[in-house]
C-alpha cells in the first residue's frame, strides 16, 4: 500500500510507528472539488483549523488560496505562520479570551463570529482600545438538530453555541450602537459529519429569513457564514455523502440574488480522507473469547472510536494471502482502559505479529485531539508528495515531555 508514490512500509522504517500520514495531492484534491463546488459564488473557503492544524497542512491550503476558521489564539499563529492571510481568518469559539481577540485585531482578520452579548462587549472594549473595528457576525443558533454524533452536533437551542434565532434582531440592534463593532454579517454551524443536505438546507432558508429582517432593520449584511459540517464517507463502498458539488448547488440555488459573500469552514471534508494512521500489530492474542489484535496505536493517538464509537476502515498494509478469509477480531491498543478499542468483532484478514496496519480516514479530528496519556509521546506527522515524505511534526521523546515538569524542593 503506498502514500501517492511512497510505500509505507518505507515511511514506518524511516520514522517508526505509529505514525500519522498525510497526501498533500489528497488535500489538493478536496481543497479543489470544494471549490469548484462553490463556483459562480462570490465566496470564502476557511478551512476549519481545528480538523488538522500542522503548518504542514495549512502551508499546502494556503497556496491553493485557502482562509481559515481558528477558534484560539494558537490556532490564529499556526494559520498566520503557514501563510494564511489575515484577512482571510475568521475567528469562531463561545469562549474568545480578551489576549485572544486583541491578537486577532492585531493581525486584522477578516471576521469575528460573536456567540454572545457578553462576548460582543468584551470585543467591542479590545477594538475601542486600539482604535480599530471588528468586523462580526453573530453566530446564530437556528434550533435545527444535525450531525454524526450527539457530542457533535451544536446547532439545537439547547447546545451551548451561538445566540437564540429569536433574539438575534435586539443582539444586532445593539451591536449597531458599539463604537468598535462593525456589523458585516450572520453565521451558523449546526454540526460537524452532517450527510444529508436537508438541515444544511433548513439552516439557510432560516438565515436567509434573518438576513432580509436584518437588513430591513437597515443592517448592512454582506457575509453569510454557514460553517463546516459535510461529512465525508468513513466505510469504503457504503453510501456517500452528498458530494461537494450537490452541497455548493443546493446552496448556490438559495442564496442566488440575494448579494452576499458566502463563507464556509470545511475542516473533515478537506483533511479527514486525506489522511491514514499507520501502526504495528505488536500482540496477536487468541485462546480466550475473541481474537485481540494488540496494535501500538491507541486511544491516546486516535480517539475518536472511544470518544464518539467512530467507524475508521481497518487494513493491512500487505496481504498475507489472497484467499479472501477473515475472523472478527477486536483491534485494541496497549492502554489500560477497555476504551481503548479502535473496533469490536469486525472481519479482517489475517494478520499477525510486525505486521503494518492502516487506520482509514483519520487525516480530520486525529493527531489534534491526540495526547499523551500513559506518557505515550505524541505520534510524528509525515506529509507525502509525490515520491517524498517529511515529518512535519517530530516525536516528542520522553525526556523532552519531562522537561516541562519539575519536582518542587519541598516535595
Ligand atoms: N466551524 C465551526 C464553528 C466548528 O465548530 C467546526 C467543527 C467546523 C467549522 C468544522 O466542521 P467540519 O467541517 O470538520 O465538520 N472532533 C469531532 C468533530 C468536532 C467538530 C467540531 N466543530 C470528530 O472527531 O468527529
Known sequence: MMAENVPLTTIADAVGTPAYVYSSATLKRHYEVFEQGLSGMDSLIAYSVKANSNIAVLAVLAKLGAGADVVSGGEL??????????????FSGVGKTR?????????????????????????NECAVAIKTKARIAFR???????????????????NKFGIDITTAIDAYAEAAQLPGILVAGIDMHIGSQIVELA??????????????????????ISNFDIGGGLGIPYVEDADAPPLPIEYGRMIAEKVQGHNLKMIFEPGRMIAGNAGILLSKVEYVKTGGARKFLI????????????????HHDIEPVAQRNSDGITT???????????GDTFTEQRDLPDMQAGDLLV????????????????????????????DQFKVVRERPKVEDILKTENIPDWV
Open 140 to 158: 446564530i443558533n437556528p434550533d435545527i438538530s444535525a450531525g454524526g454524533h450527539a457530542k457533535i452536533s451544536t446547532g439545537k437551542a439547547e
Open 295 to 310: 496494535i501500538d496505536a491507541a486511544m491516546n493517538d486516535l480517539i475518536r472510536p472511544a470518544l464518539y464509537n467512530a
Open 199 to 220: 438541515p444544511f438546507a433548513a439552516a439557510i432558508d432560516k438565515g436567509l429569513e434573518l438576513i432580509k429582517n436584518l437588513r430591513a432593520e437597515g443592517h448592512d
Open 328 to 338: 472478527p477480531c477486536d483491534v485494541v491498543g496497549p492502554v489500560c482502559e477497555t
Open 99 to 123: 489576549d485572544e481577540m486583541r491578537a486577532a485585531l492585531e493581525a486584522g482578520i477578516y471576521q469575528f463570529n460573536v456567540e454572545s452579548l457578553p462576548e460582543l462587549h468584551a470585543l
Open 359 to 386: 487506520i482509514h480516514s483519520a487525516g480530520a479530528y486525529g493527531a489534534v485531539q491526540s495526547s499523551q496519556y500513559n506518557t505515550r509521546p505524541l505520534i510524528p506527522e509525515v506529509l507525502v508528495s509525490g
Open 77 to 90: 499563529v499556526r494559520a498566520l505562520k503557514a501563510g494564511i492571510p489575515a484577512n482571510k481568518i475568521v
